[in-house]
């Protein structure tokens, strides 16, 4: 069965590099809320011959990652789960905005959305009785302080917390979980 792996955050930058190489030796489903983007980095891909999903979403929400699960579904057997959707934010502890909307999403985009996507990786691996590989891109900010970038650093100190428990646990099921 083909092998198929989930890419978030793959409509630019980052993610997009990393589904671009994955594209290479495996069939890729990207997620990205932003749908433009998302269409134009499937088509240079699709177009290069290579197998590929879109899933147009919010990674903060859980759906968004069953929608991602599904569509990997449809093309093979999931063997991996790259977590790289992410904002950054600039917060003065000082000055934090009063619209709190606004941190929330660096929050709920960074650290929810890769708790998710953890989550439905595992549920999937250990269903289908399949080893598997969770990466969740993380940051230098998760380990060390850098000026008025709290929040941002606080999601990815959690991000790499995250992904110690999943190898702790899951390690025994075959789930290899690293952060980079």
């Not at 993610?15 to 190489?21: C, N």
């Not at 989550?119 to 080893?131: P, S």
Request: hydrophobic letters at 45%.
């Amino acid at each position: 069965m083909d092998e198929v792996v989930v890419v978030t955050g793959a409509a630019s930058g980052i993610g997009k590099a990393i589904a671009k190489k994955i594209s290479l030796r495996a069939r890729v489903v990207l997620v990205d809320v932003n749908e433009a983007n998302l269409a134009k980095v499937e088509k240079e891909i699709s177009g290069a011959g290579h197998q590929i999903a879109c899933v147009a979403g919010d990674v903060s929400k859980r759906t968004t990652h069953i929608q991602a699960e599904s569509a990997a579904r449809t093309l093979g057997a999931l063997v991996g789960w790259v977590n790289c959707a992410g904002i950054g934010g600039i917060f003065p502890l000082h000055n934090l905005p009063t619209n709190e909307s606004e941190l929330m999403k660096v929050w709920d985009v960074n650290q929810t959305g890769s708790l998710w996507g953890c989550a439905i990786a595992v549920e999937n691996f250990i269903k289908e009785k399949r080893k598997g590989s969770i990466v969740n891109i993380s940051s230098v900010h998760g380990k060390q302080a850098y000026l008025d970038h709290a929040l941002y650093e606080m999601s990815k100190a959690a991000i790499d917390a995250l992904t110690r428990n999943v190898a702790v646990v899951y390690g025994p099921y075959g789930i290899r979980a690293n952060s980079v």
